[in-house]
């Protein structure tokens, strides 16, 4: 064809007519046209489609163009690329071209309902008769540019992240610092100012604040990736288990629980930060349920990762707020009631773990959130064969022993309203009587010095003889003693300890042992 084109063209030998000529040109701009990954499209006057190429049908799927201009005005919405203004209609490409301009590579977003924006590059014209000069219609040449710019925005979200990250990690380095002078010299502050009711309140006031500052840079620290971590392979299934102990508690009756697990799979993280991150999305969801709803945990394997998927059938997240849930101290919680640290912290968790952290929702119909983290070889086929969770799981039962009642009847609230079973007992010989008669339960947690001739160690000794599994921690506020600071299902808690450092420590004594 092109031969005998070439041939008419340059008054060559050809035995084509002039009409045939014509045909076979219209027959390669068609072509050309069809090639193009652009979209072509030109409409008359009225709005209605008298060509589009193939991108353009392609791109409509079957489904008819709109034949007027009041029906495109209806099918689409257009926006400026930064989507913060709506078009009017009389802004549009088409009645711009109607109108007689030409347009040079605007770019513009579109937004159809239920479906996530487009962004096109567009070039307008109208289209006018030689012969009248008159505007017939109009002819757009429109590149669909979406998928590089959410490339650009993801790009530009984990920049954005990668700087919040090292701002928070820099800060939150000297900040512990600060901390620490402070929290040290507060205990000094503390002995030195006891029979001073006013001054104790002040320094105990001191060292509350501290240790809440303390707390917030941890989960800054987790967020920029800088914690200490010890990572090891984890038995996901019988992690879950031990961690829904914890999980049940803390999001209340009124939520069911449902678990899926693969059995056999290991991660390799850190036990202790594995279970904060489970907790914070839990607690996340329970808040966006408001206490009643679904909860399901989802334990898969992926290429190489494993993930620990939470899902629940709360409120959901809009896209803005999708998009920054992992900023620190992003909340949409009312003041006091959240502080934006819970998705940091998984977030810098996943990262620093070599995993990584996906966030699905839409607003109403709940949110799935997938930590995906690297995959441990199992380790022995004994352990594969652990035999699976038992579901569902009953609260913790903890033995608090304390000669001071109020401290005693404070942990026993604190432990009680997170959902443990409680018994209390003044002293050793005390606690002894209780376990002889038959008093069941998985941990104490018993005050180092007591009356009665029994330290907190020589009652967990004694227990130990008859029940070696079970989990001991034992409090004290001296710091001279020279203790070991954990051992096999043991491990000593130094007073004061701030609420968090609680529940740390019985995630530990669950976890590892130790
Ligand atoms: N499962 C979820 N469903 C709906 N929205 C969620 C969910 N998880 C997180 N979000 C949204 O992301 C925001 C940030 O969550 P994040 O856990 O970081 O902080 P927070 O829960 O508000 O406070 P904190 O965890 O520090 O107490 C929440 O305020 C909420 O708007
Ligand atoms: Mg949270």
Known sequence: MLTSLKLAQTGGQCELTREQIALRRAALFETIIDSMTEHVLVVDRTGAVIFGNKSQRKHLDGAPAPRTREEWEEAYAIHTADGSRKLEFSEWPLNRALRGDFIESIELRARFPGQSDNFFLLSSRPLIDETTGQIEGAIFVSRDITAMRRTEEELRHSQKLETIGQLTGGIAHDFNNVLAAVLNSS???????????????????????????????????????????????????????????????????????????????????????????????????????????????????????????????????????????????????????????????????????????????????????????PKAAAPAPVAISAAPPTLPVSPMRVLIVDDDAMVREALKLHLSSAGFQTTTAADGPEAIALIEAGLEFDLLFTDMVMPRGMTGLALAEKLRERRPEIRVIVSTGYVEDDLPEAGPNWLLLRKPYSSNELFGAIRRLILTGS
């Open 187 to 373: 205990e000094v502050l503390a002995r030195a100012v006891v029979g001073d009711e006013k001054l104790e309140r002040a320094a105990a006031t001191i060292e509350k604040a501290a240790l809440r500052g303390a707390e917030l840079t941890r989960h800054l620290l987790a967020f920029a990736r800088h914690q200490t971590l010890s990572p090891k392979p984890i038995d996901l299934a019988s992690f879950l288990t031990d961690a829904l102990m914890l999980i049940r508690p803390a999001i209340g009756a009124m939520i069911e629980i449902d678990v899926e697990v693969q059995h056999g799979l290991h991660a390799f993280a850190d036990p202790v930060q594995l279970t904060t991150a489970l907790l914070n999305l839990c607690v996340n969801a329970r808040d966006a349920m408001s206490g009643v709803g679904e909860l399901t945990i989802r334990i898969c394997e992926t290429e190489g990762l494993v993930e620990i998927c939470v899902a629940d059938t709360g409120c959901g997240m809009s896209p803005e707020v999708r998009e920054r849930a992992v900023e620190p101290f992003f909340t949409t919680k009312e003041v006091g009631k959240g502080s934006g640290l819970g998705l940091s912290m998984v977030y810098g968790f996943a990262q620093q773990s070599g995993g990584n952290l996906r966030i699905e929702s839409k607003p109403g119909a709940g949110a799935r959130i997938t930590l995906a983290l």
